[in-house]
């Protein structure tokens, strides 16, 4: 008897370590980024892509506020082309900063996503900032 997790078998081990690992390219977490932000050693520019309205409410501080639609070349021109931009939205429920880590891609910026949005910074007993920031 197999239960709806097992029906379809697990990859073998060399082809899940090579996903998994391959996940560090693309995603960050939200600890990491703390860390790097309060340590003085962010070397990347955090991008919370909600609207305008939600980032008011409450954002990671440090973040700046460029909903995923609005991603566009000369928003990033401040920017040198190496910079390495982490995306955010509201949580796992939300795939705001998929989509904004699309069109940084396809602008040639490297990128990559806080896993766990705003809801996972406060799951790890870090606050939000309200305002403008």
Sequence with gaps: MSSTVSAVPAAASPKA???????????????????AMSSGKADFVLLDVRSPA??????VRGAINLPH?????????QF?????FVTYC???????????????AKLGRPVK??????WGWVDEGY?????AG
Excluded at 80 to 84: A, S, V
Excluded at 90 to 104: D, K, M, Q, T, V
Excluded at 113 to 118: H, L, Q, S, T
Aim: hydrophobic residues 35%; aromatic residues 10%; negative net charge.
């Design 17 to 35: 370590l090579a996903h998994f690992e391959s996940l560090f390219e693309f995603e960050t977490d939200c600890y990491d980024v703390h860390d």
């Design 54 to 59: 939600a980032y008011e409410k409450g954002h």
């Design 69 to 77: 639609g609005k991603i566009i070349a000369s928003k990033l021109s």
């Design 80 to 84: 040198g082309p190496d910079t390495l």
């Design 90 to 104: 509201s949580g796992p429920h939300c795939n705001g900063a998929f989509r904004g880590a699309i069109r940084l």
């Design 113 to 118: 996503v806080m896993i766990g949005g705003a």
């Design 127 to 131: 606050s939000l900032e309200p305002g």
